[in-house]
T-cell receptor, first 110, second 114 residues
């Protein structure tokens, strides 16, 4: 089945710890995106990548890092510099105008 | 400064009636608009889109209307069904700095009751 797989579904972070959220797609899309959703708010763009080995900061990139070493994979690291990491994180990929989303990862702080 | 606004955080509609969800945008240069539907703890699902060269696009029970002069779009669901209960996000497609990205509104929670 073609799609976007995010793992884990739930993740807990301890104070000062870096955590990595996985996003894999087998849709052969060039572009991939990471969003953050907070309660009662829309999706805010963290990072995006149009091609392998290239990525750009979105609107709220501080405290996050990404890599794009393979077309299929776009992992997001939430670093200890991100002081308010509790949120629902969504990964998307796109062949053009329409973005297709994974099921999300809910990150909480212990 | 919000470029895409969904001013109604929630909407309650009776089953079988019409649901109308609204969205306003600020930039007249936006030329492609999308609606997504989201259930709790799931990713958004693409629903329907419209290009600025059209003022209406239909897909089954879902119709999107675009009023460019008012910078307003709306999603009509007829007839509404209980399974339509979800959060609906309006999004606009923007080309900026050599890259494409979507800008989302805050969402409207639709509740369809029997």
């Amino acid at each position: 089945d073609g799609g976007i797989t995010q793992s884990p579904k739930y993740l807990f972070r301890k104070e000062g710890q870096n955590v990595t959220l996985s996003c894999e797609q087998n849709l052969n899309h060039d572009a991939m995106y990471w969003y953050r959703q907070d309660p009662g708010q829309g999706l805010r763009l963290i990072y995006y990548s149009q091609i392998v080995n290239d990525f750009q900061k979105g609107d709220i990139a501080e405290g996050y890092s990404v890599s794009r070493e393979k077309k299929e994979s776009f992992p997001l690291t939430v670093t200890s510099a991100q002081k308010n990491p509790t949120a629902f994180y969504l990964c998307a990929s796109s062949p053009g105008n329409i973005q297709y989303f994974g099921a999300g990862t809910r990150l909480s702080v212990l | 400064d919000q470029q895409v606004k969904q001013n109604s955080p929630s909407l309650s509609v009776q089953e079988g009636r019409i649901s109308i969800l609204n969205c306003d945008y600020t930039n007249s240069m936006f030329d492609y608009f999308l609606w997504y539907k989201k259930y709790p703890a799931e990713g958004p699902t693409f629903l329907i889109s419209i290009s600025s060269i059209k003022d209406k696009n239909e897909d089954g029970r879902f119709t999107v209307f675009l009023n460019k002069s008012a910078k307003h779009l709306s999603l009509h669901i007829v007839p509404s069904q209980p399974g339509d209960s979800a959060v609906y996000f309006c999004a606009v497609y923007m080309f900026s700095g050599g890259y494409n990205k979507l800008i989302f509104g805050a969402g409207t929670r639709l509740a369809v009751h029997p």
